[in-house]
């Protein structure tokens, strides 16, 4: 069951809502114990056999965690306690590998070895990569003794509550469980009120600009799949319509999340924060799914980096900090790090070749972005010439960056990747339809070798797709979002301060209940529910 559909929303939702309340009056137990019934009704609605394939790795995650939590009470028991929490590590990650990878090894080993095996296909069952990383943190907490006690119960609301369960955030034990150890599961009208204007906010971002722009990108990646040639506009417009669509998609998704979760008086944490805004790619990615970037930084890129800091270490050699800094300690501590904490995200992100390239390539760009951080003040003779001149550039090439990544991350194959490339280069020449390459006249002879006409969009289509990339620019880069304007309510964990250096013109649109938010809010949820039934493209869905 997707948030984005009429079952959802108008029967899902509401039933669980109200049973939820009714028997919080009657037990905090009741309550809790429907959520849980109600999570796995919403898991299997879409294919009843996912909860049959999810359920004995959360059971045998359990038992581990069991284990673990008694042998990590005993300090003897260290090197044991070490072995479980591996297997269980091993487990998660070859759960994962069999379900969303197996297909793309056999493909790469045919690819390889010039053989062509074939793989009966497997069911994929939803959200397994984030299901897969939250055990394994979870894991993780109970062997570092941050989570020290924990019932069948809090372990099924941790691992199933169903607004996180799909596509995140990816959550952590110990946030999320003294919140429900508090929550009263009565009806309290400031967090439905403050859900529900989530929800929507996102159920709009997704359904009315993420889709609404589909329609003008897709034509263009399925022809460069295709082989076709992809002018310079087109190129400019797949690779900027796509990054606003994935944008908005995973705005709007985080968004529901959020909402959903706090009508059931649960905050979670936030996973979204303009990324586009950002000024350099580092601070993209603490923007860009965030609990992706914390786990990934927590649980793989540190302890990596701990390794081989003690490593150096007992070998005299200097670590990444202080002055005896070297390119040697950079490329083996940040560097190789960094490359391969990015292949991993790319990995995790798809099984395909473009989304490990992809991975590794922001890798790349992260590498660049540390090193420049170490050598470029030293240009500047005082730090805040260095901070106004980095903030516009490095806007500007972080944005770029991020549109170029993107490319290799919606492309279906290589040769689409390659021809949208080509076009944002120019190689192609530019493109118009053929109705306003009709109206160049004499104009269009001289400038044919440049100018083409293209059979890919109408003159109509390819005004509208300039307008709706200028517009979800627009909204993206200029305005607040949906956490700045709800931020005195928190509308995640820790999002007060989100809108405190919020320019003071966009202040005016802090949330409140009134009676002009709720006309607005009425204006946007209609919109988004009479277009739900249109076509609708997964994408961070899939993950």
């Known amino acids: 069951m997707l948030f984005n559909s009429y079952e959802f929303i108008f029967a899902f939702l509401p039933a669980t809502l109200l049973i939820y309340f009714l028997f919080g009056r009657v037990s905090r137990n009741w309550g809790l114990g429907w959520l849980i019934v109600a999570s796995l009704l919403f898991y299997a609605w879409w294919r009843p056999i996912n909860v049959f394939i999810i359920a004995p790795s959360i059971l045998v995650n359990f038992v581990l965690a069991l284990a673990l939590a008694r042998l990590a009470a005993n300090q003897t028991q260290a090197r044991t306690s070490t072995l479980v929490l591996a297997s269980g590590i091993a487990f998660n990650i070859a759960f994962l590998g069999y379900f969303k990878y197996m297909n793309f090894f056999v493909s790469a080993a045919n690819d390889l070895a010039g053989t062509n095996f074939v793989l009966e296909q497997i069911i994929l069952p939803l959200g397994i990569s984030f299901i897969a990383f939250q055990k394994i943190a979870f894991l993780v907490d109970v062997h570092a003794r941050r989570v020290t006690s924990f019932t069948l ?21 110990r946030e999320m469980m003294p919140q429900f150890q508090r929550v009263s599961c009565r009806f309290d009208k400031e967090n439905v009120a403050v859900g529900l204007t989530l929800f929507f906010m996102g159920l709009f971002k997704k359904v009315c600009l993420a889709d609404g722009i589909a329609p003008y990108v897709t034509p263009i990646y399925e022809s460069a799949a295709a082989g076709g040639e992809i002018s310079l506009i087109q190129a400019w417009i797949a690779a900027l319509g796509f990054t606003l669509q994935i944008y908005f998609d995973f705005s709007g998704y985080s968004d529901m999340a959020l909402g959903l979760g706090r009508c059931f008086g649960v905050r979670l944490p936030a996973n979204f924060n303009s990324p586009l805004k950002a000024s350099s790619i580092i601070d993209f990615w603490l923007r860009w799914h965030m609990t992706l970037t914390r786990f990934l930084t927590a649980y793989l890129y540190n302890p990596m980096v701990l390794w081989l800091t ?228 997964f994408l961070y869905w899939q993950f």
Do not use: C
């Open 310 to 537: 003690r490593r150096r270490l007992a070998h005299g050699l200097p670590s990444i900090g202080g002055r005896n800094f070297s390119s040697g300690a950079f490329i083996q501590l940040l560097m190789g790090p960094t490359l391969l904490t990015m292949l991993v995200s790319g990995l995790w992100h798809g099984a395909g070749y473009l989304f490990i390239l992809w991975g590794l390539l922001h890798g790349v760009y992260l590498t660049v972005n540390h090193a420049w951080r170490r050598v470029g003040p030293r240009f500047w003779s005082r730090r805040s010439d260095y901070e106004r001149f980095m903030r516009p550039a490095g806007f500007v090439l972080t944005f770029a960056a991020v549109v170029f990544g993107m490319v290799l991350f919606r492309s279906t194959n290589g040769n689409a990747a390659i021809e949208i490339l080509k076009g944002m280069w120019g190689a192609n020449g530019i493109g118009l339809p053929q109705q306003l390459f009709d109206r160049l006249g004499p104009l269009g002879g001289l400038l044919h070798p440049f100018v083409t006409a293209s059979p890919l969009a109408t003159a109509t289509e390819f005004a509208l797709a300039v307008v709706w990339v200028v517009a979800l620019l627009f909204i993206a880069l200029a305005l607040p979002n949906s956490l700045q304007i709800m931020a005195r309510y928190e509308p995640a964990l820790g999002a007060k301060h989100l809108n405190a250096n919020s320019r003071s013109v966009w202040r005016v649109l802090a949330w409140r209940p009134s009676m002009p938010w709720a006309i607005a809010l009425s204006l946007l949820a209609a919109a988004a529910i009479m277009r739900i039934g249109e076509k609708s493209e």
């Open 153 to 173: 119960r809090e372990y099924l609301l941790f691992v199933l509550f169903f607004p996180q369960l799909i596509a995140g955030p990816i959550v952590h034990f």
